[in-house]
């Protein structure tokens, strides 16, 4: 059988049970799977004349690739909108609900295309999206093709609107949708797209979008609907939750429960739920999602871009709770850089004081281990035997991480400027190398996204 050998990475963080760091590491690829893992020295001589391709990886950090919970794609197309740059999370929605009416299947496309490159060219070999709104034709099977290209480990989640102003929601009605039609695409999408099976590249998330604009009839009957597939499928739940103090008095408004209360109302609590943000969460709802093992999407950087606050990660995981790292819309953070996501994680947990209260390797475990756990993924997140084949390097000789490197070069990954990945391995394929990918052209992708984003702000009247 060929095989791929990476080897002699300065050092290789396994994320294994061990949580070994490998001097002169090495690791073994077999197909799509890792099939050993050790120092170069150790290599088992049988493997010699089987290895068909050698990955030199002297002077880097070798890595599991890093695995991102939550983002909208479709917001690259809307960055730093002048109007919704000061703005807090809904009045920031209510400037951009209008532009995304008018959103194209080519939009989309291009825009998924676009955030999973630059996920990529950040160490992000596996991502969700959270796309809610589908005006003009648009379809979760834009994202699937777009993604397939670019060549990153998708979930895509088929959100939804079903609330709109009329009905005391937050968004306008035309970006909203009925409820029989909502549940029937997304059974066409888990019936057409989801794979449950091991080292699956495609699988379907059903995603209401928020507790302001979809209705609790909507969430308990998305619930059943994805439960009903059954444990073989696995198709698992995602919405946003708790994300601003103005959401906590919605739903207390309407619904007599704060957010957290809410979700274990309507059934959106277990080991197939996660919820994005979770910023204004109190001690009990930590306890209840720990003992239902109810996921967390922790994205620090849009929540100290709108404003939001910070959200209690370290009480999250001494409690229990599984939290893995979003980018989150690319229009409420500008970026789609996940090592930046473990960086801030890093910093803002110590901004209230404690200094030992994220550690850099905690930070890296949270954006692996813990995002394979909030996806509910079993064969990524760690470099073992058995694992996929998702790897990423960074160049340990980059002039941001010299002097740091020489120290701790782990720790100068998270608490030296990020930097772009140098390698990056998917599924046991190559996408990028030398720092460049292998399938896309940069500028001319760029230049079609710009060219979307000005015709996309021309159809809404604003250009």
């Not at 803002?348 to 692996?368: F, H, W, Y």
């Not at 940069?442 to 710009?450: C, E, F, G, V, Y």
Request: charged share 20%.
């Amino acid at each position: 059988m060929p095989l791929t050998l990476l080897h002699n990475a300065t050092t290789l963080v396994t994320m294994d049970a061990q949580r070994r760091e490998i001097a002169d590491g090495a690791l073994l690829i077999d197909g799509k799977e890792i099939l050993w893992v050790g120092r170069s020295a150790d290599l088992p001589i049988h493997f010699s004349d089987e290895v068909t391709q050698r990955i030199d990886a002297r002077g880097k950090l070798v890595l599991p690739g890093f695995v991102n919970t939550h983002h909208h794609f479709y917001q690259t197309l809307t960055r730093v909108i002048p109007d919704a740059q000061d703005a807090v999370l809904f009045d920031w929605l209510k400037t951009l609900y209008p532009i995304w009416a008018e959103l194209t299947p080519a939009d989309v496309q291009i825009s998924t295309q676009l955030a999973l490159t630059e996920l990529l060219l950040s160490g992000c070999t596996t991502s969700s999206d959270h796309h809610y709104l589908w005006p003009n034709g648009t379809r979760l099977d834009d994202q699937f093709e777009a993604a397939e290209r670019v060549g990153v480990r998708f979930h895509g989640a088929r959100g939804s609107m079903s609330l709109g102003e009329s009905a005391g929601g937050l968004p306008p009605d035309r970006v909203t949708e009925p409820e029989e039609a909502i549940l029937a695409d997304c059974r066409r999408v888990v019936e057409s797209f989801h794979n449950p099976r091991r080292f699956s590249m495609r699988r379907v998330v059903l995603a209401p979008c928020s507790p302001f604009s979809v209705t609790p009839d909507l969430m308990r009957e998305s619930a059943a609907l994805a439960r009903a597939f059954g444990p073989r499928m696995n198709v698992h739940l995602h919405t946003h939750l708790a994300e601003t103090q103005d959401e906590e008095a919605f739903c207390l408004e309407k619904f007599g429960h704060r957010p957290g209360d809410y979700a274990q109302e309507l059934g959106w609590t277990g080991n197939d739920v996660w919820h994005a943000h979770c910023v204004h969460i109190n001690q009990a709802e930590i306890d209840s999602f720990a003992q239902t093992h109810t996921g967390v999407a922790h994205c620090p950087t849009s929540n100290m871009r709108l404003g939001s606050g910070i959200a209690p990660v370290r009480a999250m995981r001494d409690a229990g709770v599984p939290v893995g790292l979003g980018v989150d819309g690319s229009a409420s953070n500008d970026g789609s850089h996940l090592l930046a996501e473990v960086r801030q994680t890093l910093l803002l947990q110590r901004v209230l004081g404690n200094p030992k209260a994220m550690t850099a390797r905690e930070a890296l475990e949270i954006a692996t281990l813990g995002g394979a756990a909030v996806l509910g993924r079993d064969d990524i997140g760690s470099l073992a035997p058995g694992m996929a084949a998702d790897i990423i390097a960074f160049d340990l000789n980059a002039i941001t991480y010299a002097g740091g490197a020489v120290h701790d070069p782990v720790a100068a990954l998270v608490f030296c400027h990020p930097q772009p990945v140098d390698l990056a391995i998917v599924n046991g394929r190559v996408l990028v190398e030398n720092g460049v990918p292998h399938s896309v052209d940069l500028p001319t992708l760029a230049d079609n996204h710009n060219r979307a984003a000005r015709a996309l702000l021309v159809r809404a009247g604003k250009m």
